[in-house]
Structure formats: structure tokens, C-alpha cells
């Protein structure tokens, strides 16, 4: 087997790792070997292999927080699973691999007949969409949500979630490039970030009530989202893609009432119960399996060229995903 693995972590994250061979085991009991098909590159992971996430795991360390794999052996007293299921990976697992070998009781099955690389993204981009919609107000039909980065995954998720709910948004983008994918992947109101940005908010939206606001940016971009909201709004931060903290105005903390909270999908899964979470994965296994919700994909990289597929991965312009196909 072959896995992409890192012992230090450093500014560029294509160089602190590197693909090594060990002997594939055999599944203890309990267990399962399973063969990865696919597992996606998130902006996540490149701030683990720069040391700059949250939570990072002990060194050394595999690559990889996501992924789905097809079952290539099973060890003693495993009910419930079979040989040749694709199955979801466990979160955090070390998903670069071209084989992991985990807890047969935290796989979960997945439709066979749908595409690998679009269910291996199940794990954090559609569950961190979904939250941030229904998390953090009550939305009606009609109601408008407005986010920046939306050409990202987040935000692709998040608009065609909004439209099946009959939510309207409109979407921030840092570079006039990233407009046209974000059009046509159905977003109500694409607009270029600046200085401005209320004014034209309110110009495209006709003056509508925008209660939520979802910033993957930080920086003044938190503030112009907070600025386009109707008084005593919230805006959500899930990201910090700027590279600066959130900033916000007194005028729209103090006179205007806006909220600013924060959101970790992390945080939420140590105190989400099992129920719920398996829950909201078999909701969003359903819709990628129905084709409600796909992600694009820029280019897929075998796991012998991860060093490549993370330098794209952590390129600044992007259209799609970067997904390792072992």
C-alpha cells in the first residue's frame, strides 16, 4: 500500500509530504481493509500540513480527512458489511492512502452506482453548507442569504441547497473570473467584492431584508457582508480565506445589532449525537446519489503525484476541486 504521509509541517505544503510503501496488513478483528477510491483536498488539510488548522493530528502523520473507499477485506465478527461495498471513511482517518484499514462499525455504506469522487466530498463541504442554512435562523421561502467565496465548495453546496429550499442568494467573488461558475451553477446574484458592495447589494436584491450572511474570508470582507444585512442580522464565519480575522464596525455591532458568530463542522460533530449525524449523511448521500448536489472538480491526481495535487490544491485560483484518485 501507498500513503501519502508527513513528519513535519511547513509554510509549503506540497513539500512536507510524500508518498511511502508499507505492507498492506490484514484487518484485525473488528476491522476492515479498504481499497480508497477517492478522497478530495480541502482547504483544511492544507492548513494542517502548514500547522495553521484548528486541531492537528500527532506527527507523523497520513494525509487526508475525507474520503470513500470499496471494502477489499474484512477481519473476525464483522456483521454487517461485505466485501465490495463502498463505504464512507471514517473523518480524520488518512484518507491519501491507496488502502486504510478502520473500524468496521464507523464505515458507512453508500450507494454503489453513484460517482466515487463526487460522494468522497460528502464528509465536509455539503454537511458545512447545510448547518450553516439551518443553524443560525429560521428561513422562510423567499428569504435571501448572502456569501463570499462562493465559487468555492462551501459555496457551490450552499447555493444549490438555498434553491432547494426557494432561498435566494447572493454571491460575493474576490476575482472577476470565478462569476461565470458561480452563474451557472445556479446562484440568484453574483457580485464582485468591494467597497461598495452594500449599495449594489441592495440595487440587485431591490432593497430585500438579508438576515444572513456567510463569510469564508475574514478581514474587511466580514464588514461589507455585515453592511449588506438588514439590522439585527447575523453573519456566520467558517473560513478565513483572506488570511485576516474577522473585522467589524461599531456601527454594525452597536448601532445596527449585526451578530457575528463562528462555525466549526468539527465543533459540531463532538456535539451533534450519532443519530443526527448519520442522519444528515444519509440526507446528503441521497441528494448527491439524485444529483441535487454535485461539486465541481478541477483535476484528480493519483497518490505517486500528491505533491502536485496539494500544490493545486492550495493554488489561489481554482475552478473545481482537487480530488486524489488512489
Keep these: 500500500m501507498k500513503l501519502a504521509e508527513y513528519s513535519y509541517r511547513g509554510p509549503v505544503p506540497q513539500d512536507v509530504i510524500g508518498v511511502v510503501e508499507r505492507e498492506t496488513p490484514a484487518p484485525a478483528p473488528g476491522e476492515a481493509l479498504v481499497k480508497v477510491l477517492a478522497a478530495p483536498i480541502n482547504p483544511s488539510d492544507v492548513l494542517t500540513l502548514t500547522g495553521d488548522y484548528g486541531s492537528l493530528p500527532p506527527l507523523p502523520a497520513v494525509g487526508g480527512n475525507e474520503g470513500v473507499g470499496r471494502v477489499a477485506a474484512l477481519g473476525d465478527g464483522v456483521d454487517g458489511l461485505r466485501v465490495g461495498q463502498v463505504v464512507l471513511l ?11 484499514v478502520a473500524k468496521a462499525r464507523a464505515l458507512m455504506p453508500l450507494p454503489a452506482d453513484v460517482d466515487p469522487v463526487q460522494l468522497a466530498m460528502i464528509t465536509v463541504n455539503p454537511p458545512t453548507a447545510r448547518l450553516l442554512l439551518t443553524e443560525f435562523g429560521d428561513l422562510a421561502e423567499g428569504d435571501w442569504v448572502i456569501q463570499n467565496a462562493a465559487n468555492s465548495a462551501v459555496g457551490g453546496y450552499l447555493v444549490q ?22 452563474e451557472a451553477g445556479g446562484g440568484d446574484v453574483v457580485l464582485l467584492d468591494g467597497d461598495d458592495l452594500a449599495e449594489r447589494v441592495r440595487e440587485a436584491t431591490g432593497g430585500a431584508d438579508i438576515r444572513l450572511g456567510i463569510d469564508a474570508v475574514g478581514g474587511m470582507a466580514t464588514e461589507r457582508l455585515a453592511q449588506s444585512l438588514a439590522a439585527g442580522g447575523t453573519v456566520v464565519n467558517y473560513g478565513m480565506m483572506g488570511g485576516e480575522a474577522c473585522a467589524m464596525s461599531p456601527a454594525s455591532l452597536i448601532f445596527r445589532g449585526i451578530s457575528l458568530r463562528g462555525f466549526w463542522l468539527a465543533w459540531w460533530f463532538r456535539q451533534a449525537d450519532p443519530a443526527t449525524r448519520a442522519a444528515l449523511f444519509e440526507e446528503l448521500a441521497g441528494l448527491i446519489a439524485d444529483g441535487t448536489l454535485s461539486a465541481r472538480v ?8 500528491i505533491r502536485e495535487a496539494v500544490a493545486a490544491a492550495a493554488a489561489g485560483e481554482r475552478d473545481g476541486k482537487i480530488v486524489v484518485v488512489p
Design 161 to 182: 441547497l438555498a434553491r432547494r429550499r426557494g432561498l435566494k442568494t447572493v454571491n460575493v467573488v474576490r476575482r472577476e473570473g470565478a462569476r461565470g461558475a458561480v
Design 298 to 305: 478541477q483535476a484528480t491526481y493519483g497518490i505517486d503525484d
Design 90 to 100: 471514517p473523518i480524520g482517518c488518512g484518507t491519501w492512502a491507496t488502502h486504510v
